[in-house]
């Protein structure tokens, strides 16, 4: 059974799903415990996997299939927290939708996403990517109309997956 065979039946059949989390509903291992959250967590990228006849599916991805049918290429967490498998929390996008939807970078030294310090000219730059192009929207004396001119123009290239960074 590869990912793309798995169907909507099987895994309402192997699982029972309790608000984000997937419980065994019947015995597919010695391991498997009925009435236990299915899968573990992983350290790297505080996903939640799950182990099925030897193909490891992450678990937001078997949710999604769990409740529509069908399990989409990309499928994002609307509040940047990856171990939050709740349907409500689930939606599928595309690569570009995704990384609009992204956490703040570690490296960001001005605490806003978008908003960077150019010391040459020193001001501030507000820029964003979309449509596969960086978007420069100016150099800012003050850090707070960078900041306005970076979140609004991110809500208009971005829409519904326009994310300050912070994880809500």
């Given at each position: 059974?590869?990912q793309?065979n ?19 509903r ?7 415990v009925i009435?236990n959250?299915?899968?573990?967590h ?9 182990m ?13 299939l769990?409740?529509?049918g ?10 940047q ?9 689930l939606r ?5 939708e ?6 703040m ?13 150019c ?5 501030w ?9 960086c978007?420069?929207?100016?150099r ?10 970076v ?6 290239y ?11």
């Amino acid at each position: 059974m590869n990912q793309s065979n798995l169907t909507q039946a099987q895994v309402l059949e192997m699982f029972s799903y309790v608000d984000g989390k997937l419980l065994w509903r019947k015995k597919t291992s010695r391991k498997t415990v009925i009435g236990n959250e299915a899968g573990t967590h992983r350290k790297t990228d505080g996903y939640r996997q799950i182990m099925i006849n030897r193909c490891i599916y992450r678990t937001h991805r078997l949710v999604h299939l769990y409740h529509h049918g069908w399990m989409p290429e990309i499928i994002d967490h609307i509040n940047q927290n990856t171990s939050d498998n709740r349907i409500e929390n689930l939606r599928s996008a595309t690569r570009a939708e995704n990384a609009y939807n992204c956490k703040m970078r570690p490296d960001n030294t001005s605490g806003v996403k978008g908003v960077t310090w150019c010391k040459n000219k020193r001001k501030w730059v507000a820029r964003l990517y979309a449509d596969r192009r960086c978007v420069n929207l100016g150099r800012f004396a003050e850090m707070q109309d960078a900041v306005a001119a970076v979140m609004a123009a991110r809500h208009q290239y971005h829409g519904a997956f326009a994310s300050e960074g912070m994880p809500q």
